[in-house]
């Protein structure tokens, strides 16, 4: 049987990225007759440990707080969405295209104040994706594509500063884990650019020939 084939996505929140998972695989579904089945997936998840995150992340203001228990929960909603969907999904042969994985631990609770080693150990025998695209987003412009969309009020993660900080150890990461694949992609402009960047890095990225 064939074996499957994993994309994260990721980059800080506003900067287009979900948009840009279902694009990649509206494009792929019509171009690569490889994958038969294409799952597309995100995290938090509504699992047992995802629906607790998703009330917090409402209920809670301050981006630093409770650094701690944000990453266990998590880690944990991450363990339980592989055990359950991905790692079935990649054992039957399918293309994985998941809207955030565990570069968003690295970064989101980096800057909450974690140290990426901490984090990095929790995350022992988790499967890893073969290809992240990360798409780049100045906060500013991100910050501003948050305020025009949320018309509940920002999340606890969407403040400008915090934001801003978060970027840059997003940026990083394709240093400080050359094995892991992380692709920068420049994520300005309309959402067609962003779809024909994506299309271009998957091409050109050495692992394309596991997906086209
Ligand atoms: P988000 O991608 O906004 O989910 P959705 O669009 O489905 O609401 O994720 C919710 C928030 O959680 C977002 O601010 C990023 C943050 N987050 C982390 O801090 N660490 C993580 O490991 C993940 C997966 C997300």
């Given at each position: 049987m064939a074996k499957g084939f994993f994309i994260a996505f990721e980059g800080i929140d506003g900067s287009g990225k979900t948009e840009q998972v279902f694009r990649l695989a509206q494009w792929l579904f019509s171009t690569?007759?490889?994958?038969t089945s294409i799952v597309c997936t995100r995290e938090p998840t509504w699992g047992t440990y995802g629906r607790r995150l998703r009330r917090f992340l409402h209920s809670?203001?301050?981006?630093?707080?409770g650094a701690e228990r944000f990453l266990k929960l998590y880690v944990a909603d991450r363990k339980e969405h592989c055990a359950k969907e991905i790692v079935p999904a990649l054992k039957a042969g399918k293309l994985v295209l998941c809207d955030r994985f565990m570069h968003s631990s690295y970064a989101f609770q980096q800057t909450q104040g974690i140290a990426l080693k901490r984090i990095v150990q929790m995350h022992a025998g988790v499967a890893r994706p073969d290809l992240v695209l990360l798409i780049d987003l100045p906060a500013k412009e991100a910050f501003g594509r948050l305020s025009k969309r949320n018309v509940k009020g920002n999340e606890k993660f969407e403040r400008l500063e915090f934001m801003a900080r978060l970027r840059s150890l997003y940026l990083r990461l394709p240093k400080q884990f050359p094995k892991d694949r992380i692709v920068v992609i420049n994520g300005r402009g309309s959402r067609e650019q962003v779809a024909v960047r994506v299309k271009a890095a998957v091409i050109k990225s050495g692992v394309a020939a596991g997906v086209l």
């Open positions: 690569s007759k490889k994958f809670e203001k301050d981006p630093y707080a």
